[in-house]
């Protein structure tokens, strides 16, 4: 009998062993405000170009008077205006041009960037 439970214990630890350790998702800061600015960083440098994939995103939107509004194949993310928050998505971004705004001040607080792979 022990040695049965023995065998249980190791396989189920081998089987443990065996399974990939689940990765963080790669994660993406998008900021506005308090003034006339908006950016979207990942690790502290701002995003020109990513991979295809899926990406955990923070909106830190720090005015009422703007909105962080996020458009791209499939994503479509809009802070709201009125109200300072902080929200985190999963999003899954695919190939294609994605631009990010302030809808009150598109054109002075925008950007752009190209996930390719």
Do not use: W
């Not at 630890?13 to 990765?23: D, G, H, K």
């Not at 405000?33 to 950016?39: H, K, R």
């Not at 985190?88 to 950007?111: N, Q, S, V």
Request: hydrophobic letters at 45%; charged letters at 20%.
């Amino acid at each position: 009998m022990f040695r049965h439970h023995l065998a249980f214990v190791a396989a189920a630890a081998a089987l443990v062993s065996a399974l990939p350790a689940q990765a963080a998702l790669p994660k993406l800061v998008g900021t506005v405000g308090p003034g006339f600015d908006i950016s979207l960083k990942q690790g502290g440098v701002a995003v020109k170009r990513l991979k295809p994939g899926k990406y955990t995103f923070v909106v830190v939107d720090r005015s009422s008077m703007h909105n962080f509004h996020l458009i791209g194949r499939g994503v479509n993310i809009d802070s709201g205006i009125g109200r300072r928050s902080t929200k985190t998505y999963t999003i899954t971004l695919r190939a294609g041009t994605y631009r990010f705004l302030c809808d009150p001040h598109e054109l002075a607080m925008k950007g752009t960037f190209r996930v390719s792979p």
